[in-house]
């Protein structure tokens, strides 16, 4: 099945998109103490005749490869397609497979992957299945589970999953919190922040926006283990199509834990009052003593006015 995955792919990514012109270069804002960077995007929602979820993920990509410093980690927090399907899924792939350059590319799935709907009628197993032999076909970070981490330069990346389909909201096994503590209590031996990433966020952090769609009934349960071990979380999460505002709107500081929810990549994020267009995403810059979020839109080539700083 692989073979022909990345066969389909190829020959997709042929088709869909066409590059723009050249892309300026830009820089991290204090290059010489940068320890790393990474990128996270999110609801990127690829569809096969939406051409400008093609546009987006292809000039995405390119963007990313025209960093001054390219980020040591992409990380896509889940509904990177509309519906799980092989097709769009396809399309995702072969655009990553000849554009981008970042060597750790690290999945989240979001309910649109793993849920059945009218255009995808299949059930869990299956979508999960292919969600993960995507990711092994393309990949250096192979899974087997839709959890899974990475240590990046001494710091512990977590991605978490949801193991049924449990419609917009996400079901976490005694299995993934068993191996979640773990992870958590690793991180916090490391003397580092620790990096989760999970496309649905907690109940009560920005329950004004779509209030069904959160984690649902085991949101306090994962709350407890975040608080756990006390060493900082920063927690990023997507789903809401909320956007992001001058009074930093998205981002939530409570105790260790820091909440960020990444506006939607590929659908306009209309949950929020004012609609903001696509394209957007994070670039966080890790420096010795301070994280910054810079919020960029990968898609025009051009940095938003929304930065934010903290300490570490
Ligand atoms: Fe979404």
Do not use: C
């Not at 995702?92 to 979001?110: E, T």
């Amino acid at each position: 099945m692989s073979l022909f995955y990345k066969i389909f792919a190829i020959f997709l990514s042929l088709f869909i998109y066409f590059p723009s012109g050249q892309i300026a270069s830009y820089a991290p804002l204090d290059k010489d103490n940068l320890k790393f960077n990474f990128t996270v995007i999110s609801d990127g929602h690829m569809e096969g005749n939406d051409s400008q979820k093609h546009k987006n993920y292809g000039e995405g990509f390119r963007d990313m490869a025209s960093a001054e410093v390219i980020s040591r980690a992409l990380v896509m927090v889940g509904d990177n397609t509309m519906n799980g399907q092989i097709s769009e899924t396809a399309m995702l792939y072969g655009l990553m497979d000849k554009y981008n350059k970042i060597d750790n590319v690290l999945m989240a799935v979001g309910n649109h992957e793993i849920s059945g709907n009218d255009y995808n009628k299949t059930e869990y197993a299956r979508l999960k299945n292919r969600f993960i032999t995507f990711n092994n076909t393309f990949l250096d970070h192979k899974i087997e589970n839709l959890w899974h981490s990475q240590v990046i330069d001494g710091y512990h990346f977590i991605i978490l999953g949801s193991d049924r389909d449990d419609g917009i909201q996400q079901y976490l096994s005694p299995e993934q919190l068993e191996w979640l503590d773990a992870e958590l209590k690793s991180a916090a031996e490391s003397g580092k922040p620790a990096f989760v990433f999970s496309h649905w966020p907690l109940n009560h952090v920005f329950s004004g926006v779509w209030y069904d769609g959160h984690v649902g009934e085991q949101s306090e349960e994962l709350r407890e283990l975040l608080k756990k071990y006390d060493n900082r979380i920063f927690f990023f999460t997507g789903h809401l199509h909320m956007g992001i505002f001058d009074s930093g709107y998205g981002i939530k500081k409570e105790g260790n834990i820091t909440y960020l929810n990444v506006p939607s990549f590929g659908s306009e994020n209309t949950n929020g009052g004012e609609t903001q267009n696509t394209g957007m995403g994070f670039q966080v810059e890790v420096y010795e003593n301070e994280l910054v979020v810079r919020v960029r839109n990968f898609v025009s080539h051009e940095w938003t006015k929304y930065e934010y700083h903290f300490d570490i």
